[in-house]
């Protein structure tokens, strides 16, 4: 079946280091790929999504491409900041049948330190 | 415009006992969904909803759960009765019209803390 598997956390940062993510994913067909966050005390939030192979996926200084030859989604920034300290969830839509329920990775911590 | 919610934020119960969470979805909203989070691990799917009618069920883990949407409006997830292993963390989410080619943006709540002691 579908699945996705990101890498194990915590992970842990200086400000504005460059933050890489790995997000690998098992699927049939064609799914969409997201990368949600959720900030301390907070729901999910939808960070970026990319629905087809090459897109690239963008918001908040954070990217992240659809390859679909090596089946990932890596979630990228380039300066990190201490707000960004929260857990990063990868996942993707399984188009099965009639509905869009996400799969989603374990979710990785990450804390950012000033 | 009001995001999704939950209720309660957190709930602690005792095993053998019944709990009945809550959520509201975006108004307009035709899809909601359940997911929940045991112990740290991944995110996994519950069912869905479009309007009151469920479109996919095959995330609830047993019988002792009872998902209700009626009027397509809110949704209420009931655990009876409770066991152990069902502490967790309860999402809902909601979206519009479903989008079988790009998948459509579901919009979460900030989850329920369910503890059964």
């Known amino acids: 079946g579908n699945s996705v598997t990101q890498m194990e956390g915590p992970v842990t940062l200086s400000e504005e280091a460059f933050l890489t993510i790995n997000c690998t994913y098992t699927a049939t067909g064609y799914p969409s790929l997201f990368w949600y966050v959720q900030y301390p005390g907070e729901g999910l939030q939808l960070l970026l999504k990319?629905?087809?192979?090459?897109d690239k996926g963008s918001n908040k200084g954070f990217e992240a491409t659809y390859r679909k030859e090596t089946t990932s989604f890596h979630l990228e920034k380039g300066s990190v900041q201490v707000s960004d300290s929260a857990v990063y969830f990868c996942?993707?839509?399984?188009?099965?049948?009639?509905?869009?329920?996400?799969?989603f990775g374990t979710g990785t911590l990450l804390a950012v330190q000033p | 415009e009001a995001g999704v919610t939950q209720f309660p934020s957190h709930s602690v119960i005792e095993k053998g006992q019944t709990v009945t969470l809550r959520c509201d979805p975006i108004s307009g909203h035709d899809n909601l969904y359940w997911y929940r989070r045991v112990m740290g691990k991944e995110i996994k799917f519950l069912l869905h909803?479009?309007?009151?009618?469920?479109?996919?069920e095959s995330g609830m883990p047993n019988n002792r759960f009872l998902a209700e949407r009626t009027g397509g409006t809110y949704s209420t997830l009931k655990v009876q009765p409770a066991e152990l292993e069902d502490s967790g963390v309860y999402f809902c989410?909601?979206?519009?019209?479903?989008?079988?080619?790009?998948?459509?943006?579901?919009?979460f709540g900030p989850g329920t803390r369910l503890t059964v002691l």
């Open positions: 990319a629905t087809k192979a090459d």
């Open positions: 989410a909601s979206s519009q019209e479903p989008d079988f080619i790009r998948g459509d943006t579901q919009y």
């Open positions: 909803f479009v309007k009151e009618s469920k479109q996919d």
């Open positions: 996942a993707l839509s399984d188009h099965g049948g009639a509905t869009n329920k996400l799969i």
